[in-house]
């Protein structure tokens, strides 16, 4: 029993030995999407994202309260002046102006006679029937009874109008850009029910900080691009600055007249907008924001240096001028020419030796994909 007890240990005393003699398997360096770095003049600039909205605008709604009945259009219907757009049970309005009608009839009859009463009095008083003070008091009847007659009248036509106002009906042309309200809804009196986005002229609602309004007031002329056409430069005008910032985000709504707005330009696309910057017109590094991370406080990006087929990073602190919604600028750093790393920074560690792919290459093969 001894025996086989020792015989067992000295076997897996054996096997330890080999397996610590073993050569480790070589691992394959990692792949990392790269970038080369170059000028990019064409996005020069201080960038602003936003909506583009219409210059005028008019929340619709009923003058009158009610429920209602009907709604004959909904967002991104496009209207002419006059058309339905929704209605009011009118049940109530129509009982209300034939009261009016009726009180207009009574004190049309009270008038009538009043008026026949001062007749016969002034043939009695021209007889020496009666005295002149009974004719005055007929007189006065009279006056008051036509007095009642045109308040009638007035509320005949004020409730006449309270039944027309049960009909929504667009003033202008434009488009449906908001329904607040549906059919069985009650609604009070000047709630909004839609928002009708007037024709004509286009304009971008962009939020821009306190720091650069100033500059922006200077400008006068700026740049806008289509989120759908970037390569189509259009002419903008600061038409409107807020005259206070936003409570929650601290930045002034600018809104921004496009002065030849193409048909292609619609309601709720994104649009850049571009303030002139002379320093970034020369051209500006731009990078994706992939690409730049936090090192110990600072911003930084991996730069990668050739070795033969595969590269080194090596940690570059950076200056960053601008982070915009297509890339980070960087004022300071790097150079053109040098490539970065443009995706997985955090994971790559400075001297290990890495397969680079280039991001074109990269983007291309999905595409095809």
């Known amino acids: 029993m001894m025996n086989r007890t020792l ?6 005393v054996a096997l330890l030995s080999a397996c610590s003699n073993s050569q480790p398997v070589a691992e394959l360096p990692r792949p990392v999407v790269v970038q080369k770095l170059a000028l990019s003049p064409v996005v020069a600039g201080a960038l602003y994202s936003g909506e583009v909205r219409a210059r005028y605008e008019s929340d619709l709604a009923f003058r009158i309260g009610g429920k209602i009945v009907e709604r004959q259009v909904d967002v991104g219907a496009v209207v002419k002046p006059g058309q339905l757009l929704a209605r009011l049970d009118p049940s109530d309005a129509g009982l209300a102006a034939e009261a009016a009608r009726a009180q207009l009839a009574a004190a049309q009859n009270e008038l009538a006679f009043a008026k026949a009463e001062m007749t016969r009095y002034q043939d009695l008083v021209a007889r020496g029937f009666v005295s002149r003070s009974v004719l005055e008091a007929k007189e006065t009847t009279f006056k008051s009874a036509a007095a009642r007659v045109e308040q009638a009248r007035a509320q005949a036509t004020v409730a006449g109008n309270q039944a027309g106002y049960t009909r929504l009906v667009a003033d202008q042309p434009g488009v449906i850009t908001a329904v ?4 069985g809804q009650v609604v009070k009196e000047s709630a909004m029910v839609m928002k009708l986005a007037r ?7 962009i939020a821009v900080p306190e720091r650069r309004i100033a500059a922006l007031r200077k400008a006068g002329q700026v740049e806008v691009r289509m989120l759908n056409e970037p390569e189509t430069a259009l002419q903008g005008r600061v038409r409107e600055i807020a005259p206070s910032a936003d409570a929650a985000t601290r930045t002034y709504a600018v809104r921004v007249s496009i002065v030849d707005a193409t048909p292609s330009v619609q309601l709720g ?26 090192h110990q406080g600072a911003s930084a990006v991996w730069v990668m240096v050739a070795e033969g087929e595969l590269v080194k990073p090596v940690l570059r602190p950076v200056s960053v001028r601008q982070y915009r919604e297509d890339g980070v600028v960087i004022a300071a750093g790097v150079e053109p020419g040098e490539t970065i790393a443009v995706a997985g920074a955090h994971r790559i560690v400075a001297g290990q030796l890495l397969r680079p792919v280039p991001r074109a290459v990269l983007a291309g093969v999905r595409a095809g994909g």
């Not at 607040?180 to 059919?183: G, H, I, P, Q, S």
């Not at 024709?199 to 609602?205: I, P, T, Y």
């Not at 649009?271 to 320093?279: E, K, Q």
């Open 199 to 205: 024709e004509g002229e286009r304009e971008v609602l």
């Open 7 to 12: 015989m067992a240990g000295a076997l897996a």
């Open 180 to 183: 607040a309200a549906e059919v």
């Open 269 to 294: 696309m994104t649009a850049n907008v571009i303030l002139p910057d002379a320093a970034a017109a020369a051209g500006a590094l731009l990078v994706p924001s992939t690409a730049v991370f936090e």
